[in-house]
């Protein structure tokens, strides 16, 4: 499974931005897309939002209310959809795909990171 992220860029505390994600390979494999972020000051990264291949999804607490994931099936792509961005929100984002790699195992796989600033 391959990642393709796009979507960082610039914005103004109070904006919006949306990232996408991109899976090819065995997208069937992948059980959950998952969203990280990573700032200077932060680490390890910070989980943001999961997706469940069934559609059950799930965010971290700061960002509950602001941010909402989605995914455009047909495109192999999960978007995350991030208003009301606080300077907080800066960071890098990293989309992750957690699969089935064989019998009871998983495998994960990320994608390049995207940079996210946000500037009052």
């Known amino acids: 499974v391959q990642l393709q992220a796009s979507g960082g860029g610039s914005a103004q505390v109070g904006g919006s931005l949306r990232l996408s994600c991109t899976a090819s390979?065995?997208?069937?494999?992948?059980?959950?897309i998952r969203w990280f972020r990573q700032s200077v000051s932060q680490k390890p990264r910070e989980l943001v939002a999961?997706?469940?291949?069934?559609?059950?999804?799930s965010y971290g607490d700061s960002v509950k209310g602001r941010f909402t994931i989605s995914a455009d099936k047909a495109k192999n792509t999960v978007h995350l959809q991030m208003g009301s961005l606080e300077s907080e929100d800066t960071a890098v984002y990293y989309c992750?795909?957690?699969?089935?790699?064989?019998?009871?195992?998983?495998?994960?796989?990320w994608g390049p990171g995207t940079l996210v600033t946000v500037s009052s």
């Open positions: 390979g065995s997208v069937n494999l992948i059980t959950t």
């Open positions: 992750n795909a957690r699969y089935v790699a064989g019998v009871e195992r998983e495998g994960d796989s």
């Open positions: 999961a997706m469940t291949s069934g559609g059950v999804t």
